[in-house]
Nanobody, 122 residues
C-alpha cells in the first residue's frame, strides 16, 4: 500500500509560481501529477520514473518541472508562469508496476492522493 499526501496548493495571479509537494510512503516505480478542472476529465500533467525520465503534457512543457527527492521520498511539481487555465485540483499518483516509461495516463496509476487546489486568477 502506498499513501500519498499533497501540499502546496493555493491562489496566485497570472504569471505567478507555486510548488506542489507529495510525500509518499513505500516503494513506487512511477509517480505523476494530474489535474482535474470542474466539468473536465482528469489529465496527466507530468510524470517521472525511477531512472529520472520525465514526461510532460504539451500544455505545461517549459513552465512546469517535476522532480523527486528520493531521500525524502517526496515528489515535487514546480509550476511557473501560471495561467488561469491551470486552475484545477491537482493530484499526486503512484504505481508499483514495472511501467518502463513516465506515463501520463491516469489508468497506469493505482494510488492517489487527496488533491490540492490550485487557482490562478487573471
Amino acid at each position: 500500500q502506498v499513501q500519498l499526501v499533497e501540499s502546496g496548493g493555493g491562489s496566485v495571479q497570472t504569471g505567478g509560481s507555486l510548488r506542489l509537494s507529495c510525500a509518499a510512503s513505500g516503494y513506487t516505480s512511477g509517480l505523476g501529477w494530474f489535474r482535474q478542472a470542474p466539468g473536465k476529465e482528469r489529465e496527466g500533467v507530468a510524470a517521472i520514473v525511477g531512472d529520472g525520465t520525465t514526461n510532460y503534457a504539451a500544455s505545461v512543457k517549459g513552465r512546469f518541472t517535476i522532480s523527486k527527492d528520493s531521500a525524502k521520498n517526496t515528489l515535487y511539481l514546480q509550476m511557473n508562469s501560471l495561467k488561469p487555465e491551470d486552475t484545477a485540483m491537482y493530484y499526486c499518483a503512484a504505481t508499483r508496476a514495472a511501467v518502463g516509461w513516465a506515463h501520463l495516463s491516469p489508468d497506469i496509476y493505482n494510488y492517489w492522493g487527496q488533491g490540492t487546489q490550485v487557482t490562478v486568477s487573471s
